[in-house]
């Protein structure tokens, strides 16, 4: 698992690296996330999604690969590392490949029962099911997936990562016992976990969302609001705005405020963030 050591070394190659190319921290981050985060990633005080991260080095015109040799001596967290490896067939659709990783993992799972195997797995088949929805995943993985949520103690960057990451593949009430779960463990006692423990929050409402479960969400959504009543991240606001309108609101005034909210976006020149809430309100129905 990484350590603060480790962490802080990885954004201060980051930062250097930023700093090269003369790109400001507003500009890098428009967008694509806050420009806090991005300073707490450089500083070392928090982690960002593969997806994220590779989004900024495209826009620092840096590779993957590029970036992870040039930070690999210090970086010692192997998943970490292999999202960085598999990112790029994950960008390109590329299930072929996706398909053989899981199952080489899989299988080396099933030999050894490695946990770096079975959490490569699955996230693997969670990737490939967002890609291709009716992909079948084991079912043994999904019931140990199930099991070490249930298990944790402790929350940090791994846990976090794997559960967002695996969330599509888990069921709706797996979902809600182990966010109910990660409250208890984290609301009081790991006041460090908050900005990730509600990154989850959210994201599992968006996912309920598009299943269809709002009442889940809802009861997520109220959920969220314990973790930080007020918060200085506009995108948070934001986000928690916009599903709250489309949980509770009825479907008219739900387009009309939505619409404002996705206007304002644009207002500050937050185009694509604007467009892709724009195509959410499009290609998931509102709530009956």
Known sequence: MMNLRNAQSVGEVFQLLRKQRQVTVSNLAQDIISPSSVSKFEQGKSQLSFIVLSQLLTRLHISLDGFYHRISEDWTDGYESFLLKINTFYQNNDLLTLKKIAGEKLADFRSDQQ?????????????????????????????????????????????????????????????ESILKEMLYLNLEVNSKNLDKMLAAFLNAVDVLYRRKAYQTAKTVLNQSKQIAPIRSDLATVFKQKFFENLLFLRPEQTKRENQQLVDSLRNVDANALASSYEAYMVKYAFRE
Do not use: G, R
């Open 115 to 175: 946990f770096d195997d079975f959490i490569a797995t699955a996230t693997v088949c969670a990737l490939i099911k967002s890609i291709e929805p009716h992909f079948k995943v084991d079912q043994q993985i999904l019931s140990d997936l199930d099991c070490y949520f249930d298990t944790i103690q402790e929350w940090d960057f791994v846990e976090f990562s794997l559960f967002q990451n695996c969330m599509i593949i888990l069921d709706s009430e797996s979902i």
